[in-house]
């Protein structure tokens, strides 16, 4: 399913959709990476809450910049983007995180991947503790094509994002996985442009990093609650080869542990997904 627009899509305007929560370190890269980007654009800020200097330093950029709009709607990820999406005026939405720094080309690459698909997902490169920038995500695929690049780096037609209702609330973690997983299955394509380039802050301690591995964990096992078991869409080789140093270990064993404690203590608003009937179950339990 695609839909189609009057106006070309290297013209049409892009709203950036920004879920922040307490950003104040990192707001004002973000900001002086989008202002300078290629319009025409609009950039829906929403506030989940922050209580440092985040909404001080964005108000003294709207002086200055129209286009920077703010909201302020605490909730999950979902919830808080999904208010921004309500009010958004372009013919595209964009988002990427309070931690990101966008490159001057970042919306018009995403733009002219456009041309050709649905979905536009960019190239993240972690910057950071450089044992952590190495770390790559753990890919799933579903009808062949990659549904884990992060919200952190991608753009829908909003056309796409009316007809999947946005982001599910529900999630803690990888609601930007569930939210292509919807996408894909309604037949709309994802296309990948390695020259659409965010630079991603890596967390700058080791407790945040495995907190965040963990609660990322726990996403995956709230995936497999709405859609059923999902390790057939991984690939155990490419999995195998992203846990060779010790933090690829470290991250995997709490990633687990949140994967495990979200099975035994979340409960899920949806019915439980028909299991497919397999041989040797004992052997292969599903996930």
């Not at 733009?111 to 190239?123: H, P, V």
């Not at 726990?218 to 497999?224: A, C, D, V, Y």
């Not at 979200?262 to 299991?275: I, T, V």
């Amino acid at each position: 399913m695609v839909y189609m627009f009057s106006k070309g899509v290297t013209t049409m305007k892009i709203s950036i959709v920004l879920n922040l929560l307490n950003e104040e370190h990192h707001v004002r890269d973000l900001l002086d990476s989008l202002v300078t980007q290629e319009g025409p654009l609009e950039i829906i800020i929403v506030d989940a809450g922050s209580w440092d200097e985040t909404i001080p330093i964005i108000r003294r950029y709207m002086q200055n910049h129209p286009e920077i709009k703010l909201f302020h709607h605490p909730g999950s990820r979902g919830e808080s983007t999904n208010y921004g999406l309500l009010q958004v005026k372009g013919d595209v939405i964009a988002t990427i995180g309070g931690d990101c720094i966008a490159n001057p080309f970042w919306l018009k690459e995403l733009r002219r991947t456009l041309q050709e698909f649905d979905i536009a997902a960019g190239r993240t490169i972690n910057i950071g503790y450089h044992a952590f920038e190495d770390l790559e995500r753990v890919e799933l695929y579903h009808r062949g094509m990659d549904i884990s690049y992060p919200s952190g780096n991608m753009a829908w037609k909003k056309g796409v994002m009316d007809d999947i209702v946005g982001f599910d609330p529900w999630f803690v973690t990888a609601e930007d996985i569930d939210l292509n997983y919807r996408a894909v299955s309604k037949r709309y394509t994802l296309g990948y442009n390695e020259d659409a380039l965010v630079y991603h802050r890596m967390k700058e301690s080791f407790r945040g990093f495995f907190k965040q591995a963990f609660w990322n964990g726990w996403g995956r096992k709230q995936l497999t609650m709405k859609h059923g078991p999902l390790w057939e869409s991984y690939k155990p080789q490419k999995l195998f080869e992203n846990t060779k140093s010790f933090w690829a270990v470290g991250r995997l064993f709490f990633a687990g542990m949140g994967y495990l404690m979200c099975k035994f203590y979340e409960r899920s608003p949806y019915k439980a997904p028909e299991r497919k009937t397999r041989r040797f179950r004992f052997l292969f339990p599903d996930g």
